[in-house]
């Protein structure tokens, strides 16, 4: 073909012409009408004005996306059309088949819901679960779309109870779905007599020859006696599975599946035990499943989907029942774009994943204490869990305003403060900025259960209220005991709670300061020219934090040392004494880290002139507001600015780097803090990614110290390799 015939109207262009339209190039016109355009003119067709234009459908996210393309005006005509026929197979053997496949894409759809697609595209495209009363004459089917349901609602229940929902506003929406039918609350019941009806033919099948005599009386699944073991053996795992999973969510808020469910429900984190043996035979099951796979395809009916990759059931096969389309006009406000299932192998993965994450939230043991929480709660986050497992263990946190429904929030605040325990009735509780500060905790802890994005902005937000509340403690301290008022033997017992309080709080504002900055490098928030400004600022933090963690530390261990204080303290004593915490190296640590990095990337911007990207849209004083305003609202830390940003890093050189090297201050603490965290696998764990970062970044500095300003093809990088917060240190020629 002739290229230059691509520039021509041609008869056979993909776009064909009728009696009323002639295509021709128009770019020549359109071109010339620019040059003549003003603001608010448009060009346009007879058959598109500004009407047409202001109601088109913008094509986006296709969770969001009104796209329409229906196959059926109406339930009814799709099921004239066959589309779920009941009896799905009048041969008994394809009827099997055909049920597995449904059972193995509807746990497909029910990941991909999880996952934040509307639940009337994906669970209920099924037609077998929108016409609950049509499967009542097939018992397998009827029972397992019943549990389906009742699962549905526990989830829902779950999240909207959780609220965690906000992150997805699909997730919890039911387009006036059948989510209860008739009988749905025997679900369990009707499923473990299908479930013991095929154990029978399953030990009737596998027994022998000489014992099948007593057993003729029940009737055999399907026809073919050879497939009969196989076929039994994958529908008993996907019911058992099915069956204890929905049980685990209701025991941790109190089989298999639903078992879960169930178990996870159940208050004061009373089920959590049983949840975690549901979950085993969950897991269990899931492999069971995952095994049956190769039988399934090899006996599978009729032509398989294409791709083992994007298939939706184990067999390969289309699963019979299922049109996305169904609910696009009778649901409204449903998005009717068609959208992309998982495939039955990630489904599978999906699963097995919030199973292990919701056997995580089992395993803890319900300490009362704060500081471990929270860190068990920002460990829990690191693997990423979706949002179901998120929404029970915020549910599991916190239940009717105490922590795990039995510990009250004073309580809590009371130890986190290190007060003793004599103290955990005290009328202060009823003080109406205690009860504030309560409920500060409660939402804090709500928080933290969220989506890293969705945790980041509301930690930034509530900083005000932490701040506020402070104050406002502090004023009614000073206005009850007066500014001079010191914690001693004979001190007023509201007195020393409020003053340990204040200090509790003050640490505690400084830690959702340092998991707001950290949660900007996981969510890669921060480009490697400002990296300097942001280890700054965590630097800056991590100095209050410590300072304030040790405050509390001491004035809690001074209170418990006066009353039996010796007259003359001993050397032993006094080394005793001066002996820093664990936790306040452990943040020394990162305090070096921090600072050491910060000095290197002012000695390379002033120096080499690297890592500097002017931008043409804000200026590097407009960067440093974006990402720290909410800290500098709030006020955290006091007198801190861009200028003391500038003041700090503008003299920042090699030569100093060199003499004193922070990569090795880090790297010597992280060695030496490890027995102090003998217990805890967590710490030590992150101790040695800390140090990790530390011995490299200490040669990095070293060789750039040697070499670095005289050689221009030596190149600087910074890579999270080691560790998610503290970059490690590249250095290549180029």
């Not at 083992?308 to 449903?334: K, V, W, Y």
């Not at 928030?525 to 963690?549: D, G, H, Q």
């Not at 190296?585 to 390379?604: H, P």
Request: proline share 4%.
């Amino acid at each position: 073909m002739d290229r230059h015939a691509l520039h021509q109207p041609s008869s056979s262009s993909s776009i064909p012409a009728t009696a009323n339209t002639v295509w021709a190039d128009a770019s020549s016109l359109l071109e010339a009408a620019c040059k003549d355009l003003r603001d608010g003119e448009l060009i346009h067709g007879e058959n598109f004005n500004l009407y047409a234009a202001m109601s088109a459908l913008e094509i986006m996210d296709p969770k969001m996306d009104s796209g329409i393309v229906n196959r059926y005006c109406s339930f009814d005509e799709a099921i004239e059309d066959g589309v779920a026929p009941v009896p799905i197979s009048s041969d008994k053997t394809t009827d099997v088949q055909c049920m597995i496949d449904i059972m193995d894409h509807l746990l497909t759809c029910e990941a991909t819901w999880h996952k934040g697609h509307s639940l009337a595209q994906t669970v209920f495209s099924c037609a077998y679960l929108l016409r609950p009363e049509r499967t009542s004459s097939h018992a397998l089917l009827h029972s397992y779309c019943k549990v389906i349901r009742a699962t549905c609602k526990a989830v829902i229940t779950v999240v909207s109870d959780a609220r965690t929902h906000e992150e997805e506003d699909l997730f919890t929406m039911a387009y006036g779905l059948p989510l209860s039918g008739d009988g749905d609350e025997k679900c369990l019941s009707l499923l473990n007599a299908v479930e013991e009806n095929i154990s029978r033919q399953l030990r009737a099948c596998k027994a022998p020859s000489s014992k099948r005599k007593p057993l003729e009386d029940i009737e055999p699944l399907q026809t073919n006696s050879d497939l009969e073991e196989g076929y039994c053996k994958a529908l008993l795992c996907r019911l058992r599975f099915r069956k204890v999973l929905s049980c685990v969510f209701s025991k941790m808020r109190a089989v298999h599946f639903f078992h879960v469910l169930t178990c996870m429900r159940r208050p004061q984190g009373r089920g959590l035990e049983l949840a975690r043996k549901h979950i085993a035979s969950c897991i269990s099951e899931l492999g069971i499943i995952l095994k049956s796979a190769e039988f399934l395809m090899s006996n599978a009916y009729g032509t398989c989907e294409d791709g083992t990759e994007d298939r939706t059931t184990a067999s390969g096969h289309q699963a019979i029942g299922f049109d996305a389309s169904l609910n696009s006009r009778i649901s409204a406000p449903t998005p009717p774009r068609s959208i992309k299932i998982l495939s039955w192998k990630k489904a599978i993965e999906y699963f097995e994943k919030l199973l292990h994450d919701l056997d995580i939230i089992c395993s803890y043991p319900l300490d009362p204490s704060l500081e471990v929480l929270l860190r068990f709660v920002a460990q829990f986050q690191k693997a990423q869990p979706d949002l179901v497992a998120r929404a029970l263990l915020q549910l599991l946190l916190v239940q009717d305003g105490k922590l795990y429904g039995r510990c009250p929030m004073f309580s809590l605040i009371i130890r986190a403060a290190r007060l003793p325990e004599v103290f955990l009735h005290h009328d202060i509780q009823k003080n109406e900025y205690v009860v504030q500060l309560g409920q500060l905790v409660i939402n804090m802890l709500k928080i933290l259960c969220t989506n890293a994005a969705w945790q980041r902005r509301k930690l930034g937000k509530i900083l005000q209220d932490w701040r506020v509340i402070y104050v406002q403690i502090e004023l009614a301290f000073r206005k009850e005991f007066g500014e001079g008022s010191s914690v001693s033997n004979g001190e007023n017992a509201s007195a020393r709670i409020l003053k340990h309080i204040l200090i509790w709080v003050e640490e505690q504002t400084y830690w959702i300061s340092h998991r707001f900055l950290v949660l900007g490098f996981e969510l890669e928030l921060y480009s490697p020219s400002e990296y300097c400004m942001v280890y700054w600022y965590l630097y800056v933090v991590l100095i209050r934090l410590a300072e304030k963690t040790h405050l509390k530390m001491t004035v809690s261990d001074g209170s418990a040392k006066q009353k039996g204080k010796k007259r003359k303290d001993s050397p032993k004593d006094l080394a005793r004494d001066t002996r820093i915490p664990p936790a306040i190296l452990f943040l020394q640590c990162q305090i070096c880290l921090a600072e050491g990095l910060t000095l290197l990337l002012a000695a390379l911007r002033n120096e080499l002139m690297v890592l500097q990207s002017p931008s043409p849209f804000n200026s590097e004083h407009e960067r440093f507001m974006q990402h720290f305003e909410l800290l500098q609202k709030a006020c955290i830390p006091d007198n801190i600015s861009y200028p003391s940003f500038k003041e700090s890093t503008s003299c920042a050189r090699f030569s100093t780097l060199a003499m004193y090297n922070y990569f090795k201050d880090a790297q010597k603490i992280a060695k030496e803090v490890r027995n102090g965290f003998s217990n805890d696998p967590d710490r030590l764990a992150e101790l040695r990614l800390l140090e990790q970062v530390a011995e490299h970044n200490s040669i990095a500095l070293n060789v750039i110290c040697q070499v670095g300003a005289l050689d221009p093809t030596l190149k600087v990088s910074f890579e999270f390799i080691h560790h998610p917060c503290f970059a490690t240190v590249v250095v290549k020629r180029s």
